[in-house]
């Protein structure tokens, strides 16, 4: 692939070059190749020199004066000119993008496709979300940046696994039952009220029927708590997992596993893992001090099994059981983590919510502290959605209780938009999402453009035939020719650029790329077929080249739609 191969001949160019100047490896990390943002600059521009001058203790121009001419010596590269203080600029030949893309058409959904760094698998764990109603919106966000993660690990040459831990071991599971138990009862004419702390939603009204139809009335006089969540549990969490599961198709999603948190407690890994961590001499018997921030009136101390998380460069040591031995969230989570380690993933990624950053620090240090290595837990926080409509917000669903459901928004505008439009920011910047736009036929609604862009180049295809102008042969196109516009050839640039588009996003785990270059490749699209005429039968020549770079855009096209979990139209 032309991009990675260029890029791996500059680094080596550098490494030869400067071998003399006493550089590590990591001064060249920040060395990169990348499209310029004015096309006048060329194909290509490398920041080498500026990055390296001071370490090599040169000026930036001078450095990039001595790579020039060593750099000129690539193949595909037609010139090399040196901007500004030493930026280095790229012109490729024509023939070497051309080149590109025939093998993007040729080689389809497998263009891009990379060779994993290491052979580590992946885990992906998304969603999560405790099972005690359907998704929300918020939710949905979620469940989308972690299938596009997995989709891009996959794309970047990982094994990766999707798991959904089902949190049915907490105390929300017991309020959920409570819940239940007072719908239950409202269906037989007694006046209960939910527990105030307890699940609203109207949704539990038609689990308490389905309970009622399946039981009668064998729970009307039980009043004993601990009988009901040990009967009920299973019923409950099912019921709610099951409109979880729903909404999860809608979005076509599927999980390898869906991981009971409860079912591993009846297992020994809780046990297992904190004797691992005790015999290592970082979980101890000890007491922590009053929490800061707010006065504790009467404070007693109580020994508690504790992880020594000072020894990693927190402030304070972390508790694995609460003060009546029940494992906490964080010794829960590292129980999981520790049985997704003994499973064979080394690469662990989360996709959560921000409101839960401070518990990132603290696991991955336990995680550090099990592997002894410091890039195995990666969490991906999200932000929340706002939704709107025509700019006024969204009133909440009745039958959730106090939320927007991700159903309710999915039957309105569809998975399509949806899931585009949460990759089109960053995860942790938070999303207005207008239900208006999301469905609007115009260009600017970000997945119209894209889509429209597929839908066109597949209508080409379809004029040629009708035109009676024969397929393109990519084997017999010539590469030195001349008939290739400006318009074409920067959507060549754009096809190039796609195999480090996967490198780069999936390395820093950042899906929101994919629609970022979506867009950008259907803007060259876009502007070059309201540029110049395609179809020409006069001159078959010129229009097959057309034809290729036409037929490799909308691969591409395809392929980064795909892993968006996005449909390409042939026709809109």
């Known amino acids: 692939m032309l991009y990675i191969e260029f890029n791996q001949f500059i680094l080596g160019v550098l490494k030869t070059k400067l071998a003399d100047k006493g550089l590590a490896e990591a001064d060249f990390a920040n060395v990169v190749l990348e499209s310029p943002k004015d096309e006048t600059h060329g194909d290509l521009s490398t920041n080498a020199a500026m990055v390296l001058a001071k370490k090599v203790g040169m000026a930036p121009r001078a450095l990039a004066e001595m790579l020039v001419e060593e750099f000129k010596a690539y193949p595909a590269v037609d ?4 901007a500004g203080p030493g930026f280095i600029n790229f012109r490729l030949k024509t023939s070497a993008l051309i080149g590109q893309g025939i093998e993007a058409v040729k080689q389809g959904a497998a263009y891009g496709k990379l060779h994993a760094p290491d052979a580590r698998k992946a885990m992906v764990e998304y969603v999560s979300i405790n099972p005690t109603g359907p998704i929300h ?3 949905g966000r979620n469940a989308v940046f972690g299938d596009a993660i997995a989709n891009l690990l996959e794309k970047a040459g990982r094994t990766v696994w999707r798991e959904y831990l089902v949190n049915d071991a907490g105390g929300q599971i017991r309020v959920l039952v409570k819940s239940l138990h007072a719908r239950y009862l409202q269906l037989f004419g007694q006046d209960v009220n939910v527990p105030e702390n307890g699940y609203p939603g109207e949704y539990l009204i038609d689990i308490a029927q389905m309970l009622k139809d399946r039981d009668g009335d064998k729970w009307v006089n039980m009043t004993e708590e601990e009988t009901l969540l040990h009967e009920l549990r299973a019923f409950a969490v099912e019921a709610c997992l099951d409109l979880i599961k729903t909404d999860i198709k809608t979005l076509h ?3 390898d596993r869906y991981f009971s948190e409860h079912e591993m ?5 809780m046990k297992d893992v904190v004797k691992l961590l005790r015999d290592k001499g970082l979980v101890y018997e000890g007491t922590l001090p009053p929490p800061k921030g707010k006065e504790v009136a009467d404070y007693k101390p109580v020994e508690l099994t504790l992880f020594k998380a000072t020894e990693f460069g927190l402030p304070e040591d972390q508790a694995i059981f609460n003060r009546a031995g029940i494992p906490t969230y964080f010794g829960q989570d590292i129980a999981y983590h520790y049985d997704k380690l003994q499973r064979g993933y080394e690469l662990l990624v989360t996709v959560i919510g921000i409101d839960q950053a401070g518990s990132f620090t603290p696991l991955s240090k336990a995680i550090e502290a099990l592997t002894g290595r410091k890039d195995v837990y990666h969490p991906v926080p999200y932000e929340m959605v706002k939704v709107l409509r025509d700019g006024q917000p969204v009133k909440l669903s009745k039958r959730a209780g106090n939320i927007v459901l991700l159903s309710d928004v999915l039957e309105e505008v569809g998975s399509d938009a949806f899931r585009f439009t949460m990759l089109t920011v960053k995860p942790t910047t938070s999303l207005t ?18 889509q429209y862009a597929h839908a066109r180049l597949c209508a080409v295809e379809r004029q040629r035939a009708e035109l009676g102008i024969a397929p393109v042969c990519l084997d017999s196109l010539d590469p030195e020719t001349k008939d290739i516009s400006s318009g074409a050839r920067a959507v060549l640039r ?4 796609y195999p480090a588009l996967i490198e780069q996003a999936s390395r820093a785990l950042e899906p929101h790329r994919l629609t970022f270059y979506a867009q950008n490749l259907a803007s060259k699209v876009h502007s070059w077929y309201g540029a110049e005429k395609w179809l020409d039968a006069a001159n078959v020549q010129a229009t097959h080249h057309r034809l290729a770079v036409a037929l490799a855009a909308r691969s591409v096209l395809a392929d980064v739609l795909n892993l968006c979990g996005v449909n390409a139209p042939e026709s809109m």
Not at 79 to 82: A, N, Q
Not at 494 to 497: I, N, R, W
Request: aromatic share 10%; charged share 20%; no cysteine.
């Open 137 to 139: 919106i918020g939710h």
């Open 265 to 269: 407690h009846q297992t020994s890994r």
């Open 253 to 255: 999603i599927e999980f």
């Open 494 to 497: 754009e096809v190039m650029l």
């Open 433 to 450: 999402f207008d239900l208006a736009l999301a469905v609007a036929k115009t260009m600017e609604n970000p997945v119209f453009y894209v």
């Open 79 to 82: 010139s090399v000119e040196i």
